[in-house]
């Protein structure tokens, strides 16, 4: 199966137009093995866009590798319309990029709030929010916020990892699964939390196992497989692309 | 005959440690003044010199001297310090049948059970040491003692003959504490022989070791109830402690530079090499290359056992010995000095350091006959 | 006044020692512990540095006449600024394999650093003095207590305390802290891990030369001090687990105290009780005082 | 009275305060296909880890054949016929695969701590390591070193060897994570086809597999006993929907 | 094992009965000793994973218990052997069963302490005679009738006891024994999953390697006639590790060509050096002698940056890339 390039379906994006982050062939690997194989994916400003595969279809990949987590990375990935696959991991985060790893990476040294106050602001410009508006939006990071980080139940770790990047001021999030193991109250605070997000004009790529979850929040879907990008569609393409989606993943 | 066609000379010393200043370099450029005054050769054939650190490892000491018997065609071997090193030296060039020259190290045992027909035991030993400085210390007073030992051969053998001298003098010894050679701080071993309470604190080991007993014991005050004998004191340690901290000390020694006139010649002569006056050992160090050299001239042939029994006939004479002798035990046989460190105001001029306080004649220095286990003196 | 036998003024006296052998411990393990948090990496040149700093005091005031508290400051900048080097053409090469090839790493350094002072001092010590305005002991009635150690026990523990608070109330401390977690994480939040990395070796190291140049008076500044001392430290950093700050510092202090204890009632043995409490503390709880496990 | 193999009695597993595996009462049934599953964290891998001792019980025991094996060291447990597979691959990937079987099936001589012993000794095991390599579809790859095998085929490599040790109870952790739909279809078959003779407990997210060959779910939840039962019961339970689906308006089908 | 294998074997060992005669046996023999060390400490090390720190305790602590047997008790020659052989054991059991509690870099640490602390030991006791070691070590009779003084003559015997203690290393590793430790170094979890004991495993291999490592250091204090604090002290567990690491871990005869090299460079580093201070007329490497440690450091950062496989290893792995473009 070719790569599909997503130039096509630009015509289906929200958002105000300009290319938040532009991968093109993108190749990675863990050591000796070959992930990506010619990765190619645009985000608009403004977007939200999923990422779906099966396991090991390599989505953590490429999220790992558009922070430069993975070993070897080939190809270009531009954000902002800044090249930075040369870049170190830092420097790639300083461009305004927030990630949400797939295992949340809470510190256990670390207090809850501790861990909220962690990240430091990316630029002099873009504030984060507040401590104060995260603790708002999660109230149970305020009761919590002096317990030790991984003492707090899955869901809290989850509203943490993804709060602790809000802090920053990065205006393009990568989230990573982060509705796994969450109870439906909170996932569907998730929900809402995303939907806020994209009104205030983030950049959003997730990776998503729940596809319920993942469908009415996506403005554009890219699915992977093999290390690859074999489908890509808008969300009004949903209910015509629901049999291939079926073929490919099983949902 | 000379084998090889070469007189070939092995000294094997401390070049690096604790042990250097007082032989070490200074040792080996003695060596080749007297190689020099025999005009490097001997009939025609070469005299040469080999030199090698033993960095105070009997093993490396001795597969060393192994190696250049076997190797090398090596026909004479100078030991310089540390008595550990020396024993096992000893054990080599006897198996080789080739004459061992010891300079720096102090152990009786080298003369006693462990002496051989090749050792030739050239400058001072332990039992010289405890019967100058232990028994003047004794006499003045120093009833009780407590040694600090460096822990190995040089040090055991100090301490054993010291405390029989000790007690032979009607004083009592309430301990004794080892250190390792090279030992890196002295205080714990210091208020471990202050907590003994003893008058005396004899310190039975050398070179940098004492140097540091010395300040450590000031640095703690213990020089304010007890005092310290030094029973290996060299010219180049009170140098080092200068003489602030060492006047009054007692010391024996074999040969002091400022002695008489040709010792003073000889002492110029090295200190335009070295830039320091030379130790006794350094000065035996010469001595020794030079009666060897004198004794294969006279007989013409570097075989071992020849050379043993014209240096058993023969009476020493040079800037160093005056008609020392050799006795079948291997204890070269010369005059010892009792000497005290002078206060810096007499100090009249640099390295002038020692008084002499009485020159102890060879026969009563080192052990008698009748205490003596070497099986070759019966 | 006697205790068990032992005249009080012997028994506080290596009490002290004993004290001032753990600070020794204590800031180095602390090192060790902070090195190996972020690094992975036991840094077994550890005791090559601290002699380094040492040395770098004794050369200092005996080439350039720059006197104890000059080099006390700059002797650790030196260090740091060498460790930095190793850190960035060496080490950094080395984290992505097992741990142990950072402890062979460190020990060919520690064998070239060690070697080449031998080769132009020797092995049998340079005295060093104790600076003027520490020189002397005060005399407390129940024992002598020579004021340098005092202010090595003094500088050693304040030191200590600060490191600690540094790491466990600070906002870069809780970077370190992070960073010994996941690296990768920290860095995603762009903070410069790399150079983070490059640092803490710097300080850790320079923390072992602080400690070598306080240890100059007190000891023989000897190309050998460091590779003895080190191997003890190694035994405390096992005994303490490396689980926490705090614990290092503690253990340190503690097997300091100890040996100094064994010396006064049975002297034989001083050379070993760490290995002892090593091997008993393996026994009960292997994985150290203060360590997880893992 | 049903035939119970592995039966435990108030497991519980605290971590610092944290109950990961709270008073678990399971009970196995001899002979059949039995599957743990329950969201993320719900304590399913540290019940696996408790069953084989990697990890020390808070308290609880554990009863296999009625017998009290709370106290019992992992390897003694291994022995006694309790063999588990890992979450992730878990073979020995520089021998090569017939060595691999081999290693699981060299205990029963008894010669391991044989260090004079010709390596050779270990040939007349091959016959039964080529048996078993057969059973799993692997005989041409039997020389193969094992890195390079294809991530199925590893999982079929590492039930191979487990199957050498003659296990009365086998314990696989989600076995089919990460596998394409081919690999899944056989290792699903792989299972059903072993679990002839011997009882099987897995954990398993993949609902196809679980509705397929179980014949008994256990669904934990924050450490806790949420539901048990068959299939068709457990799917139907709103706890368990909503535990698991995170809704209740769809049955467990659709979860992959 | 292949044709060329064999070949390989039979010219080492062809090189090695031939070898005196060119060489001072002294010399050879201590190559030989340290080349079996270096092989027993592989054993651990390459083929179960485990980095002891410690293996001079086994080495130097079975010279000084050889040394005392021969000596002072007056054993004859192989009993002496044996004994100091069992010595190393049983060291290695007392220190294997405490450190195998721990793994990875702290069982290195644990190591390195615990022989740190069997050196003081030595210091201190008094039959090991402290700083002077055991000197005078006599070399007796073989059997009660074959002379030992002979250099030649102990050289066949130091030879067939090395070949004798690395024909049982390879054959450990081939063994039933040697595949379950291959399978614990590659997965140690699933190893006991399968069953295995893996602590005793590898107790047992440390013990191995330790006995094998007491037999190097009886047969030297043999050879040598002395036993000192040099061989329990760190540095000599350094150098094994060295020696390893040089000739490649985990390879059969890497240990044996480490060795070699070592040994060769510290004693010989003097005339290496002098001669290279003729040829090119560069004053500073005479002083190359005197500068042993800074070499071995070097190698080690060398080794350690750029030839992790070691010099065997480099080669294999070359060979095997040739045979495979070729293929
Ligand atoms: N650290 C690593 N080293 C080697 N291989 C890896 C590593 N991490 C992932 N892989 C492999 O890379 C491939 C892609 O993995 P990736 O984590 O990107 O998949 P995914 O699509 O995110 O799936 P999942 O749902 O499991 O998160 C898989 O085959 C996986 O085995
Ligand atoms: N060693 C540990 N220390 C502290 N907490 C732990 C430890 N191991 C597991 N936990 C916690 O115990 C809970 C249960 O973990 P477990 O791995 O058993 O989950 P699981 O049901 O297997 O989940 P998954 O489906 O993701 O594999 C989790 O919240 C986890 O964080
Ligand atoms: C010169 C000396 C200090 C050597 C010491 N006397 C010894 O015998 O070892
Ligand atoms: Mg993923
Ligand atoms: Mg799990």
New interface residues.
């Given amino acids: 199966m070719s790569a599909v390039h997503s130039s096509s379906s630009h015509a289906a994006v929200a958002g105000n137009g300009a290319v938040a982050l532009s991968i093109e062939n993108l190749q990675a690997w863990y050591g000796e093995s070959h992930i990506l194989h010619n990765v190619n994916l645009s985000v608009h400003t403004g977007e939200v866009v999923t990422l779906l595969g099966r396991n090991g279809a390599g989505r953590t990949t490429t999220m790992r590798a558009i922070m430069g987590l993975t070993g070897a990375r080939q190809g270009s990935i531009k954000i902002g319309g800044v090249e930075t696959i040369a870049l170190p991991t830092y420097k790639i985060a300083h461009h305004g990029v927030g990630y949400c790893p797939e295992e949340r990476g809470i510190f256990s040294s670390l207090s809850t709030e501790e861990n909220l106050l962690l990240p430091p602001s990316l630029s002099m410009t873009e504030k984060g929010m507040s401590v104060e508006e995260i603790y708002d939006m999660f109230p149970n990071l305020k009761e919590r916020r002096n317990s030790q980080g991984t003492r707090l139940s899955g869901g809290e770790q989850q509203m943490l990892a993804v709060a602790r990047i809000l802090r920053t001021g990065a205006r393009l999030l990568l989230l990573d699964e982060i509705s796994e193991g969450l109870a439906p109250v909170i996932v569907q605070a998730l929900a809402r939390m995303i939907t806020t997000l994209k009104s205030k004009g983030y950049t959003i790529v997730m990776v998503e196992q729940n596809f319920r979850f993942a469908a009415p929040l996506a403005d554009r879907f890219y699915v992977m497989e093999h290390g690859q990008i074999v489908e890509s569609f808008a969300s009004s393409q949903l209910e015509e692309k629901m049999p291939v989606l079926n073929a490919l993943l099983g949902v | 005959q000379i084998s090889g066609d070469v007189v070939k000379i092995g000294f094997i010393t401390d070049m690096s440690s604790v042990y250097s200043d007082i032989d070490g370099p200074g040792g080996a450029e003695a060596i080749k003044m007297a190689i020099a005054d025999m005009g490097g050769s001997i009939n025609g054939k070469k005299i040469e010199l080999v030199v090698a650190d033993h960095q105070n490892k009997a093993d490396i000491a001795s597969s060393k001297a192994r190696e250049w018997f076997d190797q090398q065609g090596l026909d004479m071997l100078i030991g310089g310090t540390n008595s550990g090193t020396a024993l096992a030296m000893a054990k080599i060039a006897a198996e080789k049948k080739k004459p061992f020259f010891e300079i720096g190290a102090g152990s009786t045992r080298l003369t006693n059970e462990e002496c051989t027909p090749y050792t030739v035991h050239y400058a001072y030993d332990t039992y010289a040491l405890a019967h100058g400085t232990g028994s003047q210390v004794v006499k003045q007073g120093g009833k009780s003692w407590y040694f600090i030992t460096a822990d190995y051969a040089f040090g055991a053998s100090l301490e054993k003959d010291t405390t029989a001298v000790v007690k032979a003098s009607g004083g009592t010894v309430l301990g004794s504490v080892k250190h390792p050679l090279n030992a890196s701080d002295f205080s714990s071993f210091m208020l471990q022989a202050q907590s003994s309470k003893a008058q005396i604190i004899g310190l039975a080991n050398a070179g940098g070791d004492l140097i540091n007993a010395v300040k450590a014991a000031n640095e703690f005050g213990v020089t304010k109830n007890a005092k310290l004998a030094g029973l290996l004191v060299f010219i180049n340690d009170i140098h080092s402690l200068t003489l602030k901290q060492t006047q009054g000390m007692y010391l024996t020694d074999s040969w002091y530079w400022d002695q008489n006139a040709e010792s003073r010649a000889w002492a110029k002569r090295y200190f335009e090499k070295m830039k320091k006056e030379p130790s006794s050992l350094q000065a035996g160090d010469y001595s020794a290359a030079m009666q060897y050299l004198t004794a294969v001239k006279a007989i013409g042939t570097d075989d071992g056992d020849k050379v043993m029994a014209q240096l058993r006939k023969s009476k020493f004479n040079d800037m160093y010995a005056k008609n020392a002798y050799l006795r079948p035990d291997g204890r070269v046989v010369h005059d010892m000095m009792l000497y005290q460190v002078k206060a810096p105001a007499d100090s009249k001029y640099p390295w002038d350091y020692l008084n002499k306080i009485e020159t102890i004649p060879g026969e009563q220095a080192f052990t008698p006959k009748a205490e003596s286990k070497c099986t070759l003196w019966k | 006044m006697e205790i068990f036998g032992i005249p009080l003024q012997a028994l506080m006296s290596q009490l002290l020692l004993g004290l001032v052998n753990g600070s020794f411990y204590a800031m180095l393990s602390l090192g060790l512990a902070v090195i190996f948090g972020l690094l992975n990496v036991i840094n077994f040149a550890h005791g090559a540095l601290y002699m380094m700093g040492a040395f770098l005091a004794w050369i200092g005031l005996t080439y350039f006449n720059l006197n104890y508290w000059v080099m006390l400051a700059l002797a650790p900048v030196l260090v740091g600024l060498f460790g930095i080097i190793i850190e960035k053409t060496m080490l950094r090469w080395l984290y992505k394999l097992d741990h142990v090839y950072g402890l062979l790493l460190t020990f060919g350094i520690t064998l070239m650093v060690e070697g080449i002072f031998r080769s132009f001092y020797g092995v049998s010590g340079q005295p060093y003095s104790v600076p003027d305005a520490l020189s002397g002991a005060t005399d407390l009635g129940f024992m002598v207590l020579p004021n340098y150690r005092a202010w090595v026990v003094l500088a050693s523990l304040s030191v200590c305390f600060a490191t600690w608070f540094v790491i466990e109330k600070t906002k870069l401390g809780a970077y370190l802290r992070a960073g010994t977690e996941n690296p990768k994480l920290v860095e995603a939040f762009g903070v410069n891990v790399p150079l983070m990395v490059t640092l803490t070796y710097g300080f850790g190291v320079a923390l072992a030369a602080f400690a070598g140049v306080l240890a100059a008076p007190v000891i023989q500044v000897s190309p050998l001090m460091g590779s003895n001392l080190i191997i003890v430290v190694f035994a405390v950093v096992v005994i303490g687990g490396m689980g926490s700050i705090m614990g290092s510092i503690i253990t340190g202090l503690a097997l300091g105290v100890i040996e100094g204890l064994t010396r006064v009632f049975y002297p034989e043995a001083s050379a070993t009780v760490v290995f002892v409490v090593m091997a008993i503390v393996l026994m009960i709880r292997p994985a150290g005082l203060f360590g997880k496990e893992k | 009275m049903t035939d119970i193999i592995l039966e435990t009695k108030n497991l519980t597993k605290e971590f610092?305060?944290?109950t990961a595996v709270n008073a678990v009462n399971l009970q196995v049934e001899r002979g059949h296909i039995h599957a743990l599953i329950g969201?993320?964290?719900a304590g399913k891998t540290t019940c696996f880890n408790l069953l084989?001792k990697?990890l020390i019980p808070t308290s609880g025991q554990i009863l296999f054949n009625g017998r009290d094996i709370t106290a019992d060291?992992?390897?003694q447990i291994?022995?006694q016929g309790i063999?588990?597979?890992?979450q992730i691959s878990?073979?020995?990937?520089?021998?090569s695969v017939m060595?691999n079987v081999?290693?699981?099936l060299?205990?029963t001589?008894g010669?391991?701590?044989?260090?004079?012993?010709?390596?050779k000794?270990?040939g007349q095991l091959n016959q039964r390591a080529m048996e078993l390599l057969a059973e799993v579809d692997l005989t041409e790859f039997a020389n193969t070193l094992t890195v390079d095998l294809p991530?199925g085929r590893k999982r079929a490599l590492e039930i191979a060897?487990?199957l050498g040790?003659e296990p009365e109870l086998m314990l696989l952790d989600e076995p089919t994570?990460?596998?394409?739909?081919e690999d899944v279809d056989r290792v699903t078959a792989l299972i059903k086809k072993v679990s002839v003779g011997r009882t099987i407990l897995m954990v398993e997210h993949n609902m196809?597999v679980v509705s397929g060959i179980c014949d008994k779910i256990s669904v934990l939840q924050r450490g806790a006993m949420l539901a048990e039962g068959r299939y068709e019961e457990v799917s139907k339970n709103p706890l368990v929907m909503?535990?698991y689906m995170?809704?209740t308006t769809?049955a467990l089908v659709?979860a992959? | 094992m292949n044709m060329n294998k064999k070949i390989g074997y039979g010219i080492l060992l062809l090189a090695a009965l031939a070898a005196p005669f060119g060489i001072y046996p002294v010399f050879l023999m201590k190559i030989i000793c340290f080349a079996l060390f270096a092989c027993a400490f592989n054993l651990l090390i390459g083929f179960t994973g485990l980095l002891s720190f410690g293996h001079a305790a086994f080495f130097g602590g079975a010279g000084y218990i050889a040394g005392y047997a021969l000596q002072t008790l007056g054993l004859p020659t192989e009993l002496g052997l044996i004994v100091g052989t069992a010595a190393g054991a049983l060291i290695g059991l007392v220190m294997g069963s405490l450190a195998i509690r721990r793994q990875g870099i702290y069982f290195t640490m644990i190591t390195l302490a615990l022989a740190q602390m069997l050196y003081f030991v030595c210091l201190q006791m008094p039959f090991t005679g402290g700083e002077d070691g055991l000197q005078g070590v006599p070399r007796g009779h073989l059997l009660g009738f074959i002379d030992l003084g002979n250099d030649l003559t102990l050289y066949y015997i130091v030879l067939a006891i090395a070949v004798a203690g690395f024909a049982l290393i390879v054959r450990t590793v081939n063994s039933p024994f040697g595949q379950v430790l291959k399978a614990i170094k590659e997965n140690e979890p699933r190893a006991i999953s399968l069953g295995y004991d893996v602590n005793r495993y590898k107790l047992l291999a440390f013990v191995l390697s330790a006995a094998l490592s007491g037999l190097a250091g009886s047969t030297k204090t043999l050879v040598l006639g002395f036993a000192t604090l040099t061989d329990v002290h760190w540095t000599m567990s350094g150098l094994v590790v060295l020696m390893t690491l040089v000739g490649g871990l985990g390879t059969i005869v890497g240990p044996i060509v480490g060795a070699v090299i070592i040994i060769v460079l510290e004693n010989k580093l003097g005339d290496i050096g002098n001669w290279l201070a003729t040829v090119t007329h560069i004053d500073w490497f005479s002083g190359l002698g005197e500068s042993v440690t800074i070499v071995t450091g070097f190698i080690f950062i060398v080794c350690v940056l750029a030839f992790r496989r070691g010099i065997v290893g480099e080669i294999s792995a070359l060979l095997k890339k040739r045979a495979s473009s070729i293929s």
């Fill in positions: 610092r305060g944290f969201p993320n964290g084989t990697f060291a992992p390897a291994a022995r063999i588990r597979s890992f878990a073979v020995f990937p520089h021998l060595e081999r290693i699981g060299q205990r001589l010669t391991s701590y044989h260090f004079w012993k010709s390596g000794s270990l991530y060897t487990t040790m994570q990460g596998m394409g739909h196809n909503e535990a995170g809704t769809e659709g992959h």
